[in-house]
Nanobody
Framework: QVQLVESGGGLVQPGGSLRLSCEAP????????MGWYRQAQGKQRVMVAT???????NYADSGKGRSTITRDGARSTVYLQMTSVNSEDTSVYYC???????????WGRGILVTVSS
């Protein structure tokens, strides 16, 4: 089991921005594809963004142009920044590392983000 430390989130004003962080163990961090997923109440969990070992990013259509995922190897941390948020961004956000060699995957506990005035 991989221990993940997620932070950020909470209440965000419509039109504002959010920044989430997920710290993973330093060991093998460079071998993980890192991602953020989200799950709104009553809906399936869906991908928000991923970043590969070499920094290649992939975004869901819902977040393109508004989302930025980055990784910091020195801090073994992945970040998600999202701007111009709206009520449809209200979800529990999950950090998702996937080992690229062993193909093991893990889920963080999740961070609730509520977009509301």
């Amino acid at each position: 089991q991989v221990q993940l430390v997620e932070s950020g989130g909470g209440l965000v004003q419509p039109g504002g921005s959010l920044r989430l962080s997920c710290e993973a163990p330093r060991s093998d961090f460079s071998l993980y594809t890192m991602g953020w997923y989200r799950q709104a109440q009553g809906k399936q969990r869906v991908m928000v963004a991923t970043v590969s070992r070499v920094g290649t990013t992939n975004y869901a259509d819902s977040g393109k142009g508004r989302s930025t995922i980055t990784r910091d190897g020195a801090r073994s941390t992945v970040y998600l920044q999202m701007t111009s948020v709206n009520s449809e961004d209200t979800s529990v956000y999950y950090c998702y590392p996937r080992h690229t060699i062993y193909e093991t995957e893990y889920w963080g506990r999740g961070i609730l983000v509520t977009v509301s005035s």
